[in-house]
Nanobody, 123 residues
Framework: QVQLVESGGGLVQAGGSLRLSCAASGRFSLYTMGWFRQPPGKEREFVAAISWSGESTYYADSVKGRFTISRDNALNSGYLQMNSLKPEDTAVYYC?????????????????WGQGTQVTVSS
């Protein structure tokens, strides 16, 4: 199994940027990683995913062209670079992982989850 801890959230103005980090225990290189978010009063939704090899990525249409998912397996870390942030990006962001699984865009596709980090984008 793997333990995940997110960091890097905060308050930014619309148009600004944030970089979220996901620190993992164990051999993170063996895990597919995804980012999800949960806006206030809404269900958790897919944001981005990256294969365990790092060669494949997938993005939700709402963030495509603005967000970039990456990983550094040597540091057992995953990242979500968020640019051109909009107020509708406001949510708790979660890092998720699953052992050597295909890319997945649904919550049920990931077994391990972090506790989340708050991202708030002001107008």
């Amino acid at each position: 199994q793997v333990q995940l801890v997110e960091s890097g959230g905060g308050l930014v103005q619309a148009g600004g940027s944030l970089r979220l980090s996901c620190a993992a225990s164990g051999r993170f290189s063996l895990y597919t990683m995804g980012w999800f978010r949960q806006p206030p009063g809404k269900e958790r939704e897919f944001v981005a995913a990256i294969s365990w090899s790092g060669e494949s990525t997938y993005y939700a249409d709402s963030v495509k062209g603005r967000f970039t998912i990456s990983r550094d397996n040597a540091l057992n870390s995953g990242y979500l670079q968020m640019n051109s942030l909009k107020p509708e990006d406001t949510a708790v962001y979660y890092c998720a992982a699953n052992f050597k699984s295909p890319l997945n865009t649904v919550v049920t596709g990931y077994r391990y989850w972090g506790q989340g980090t708050q991202v708030t984008v002001s107008s």
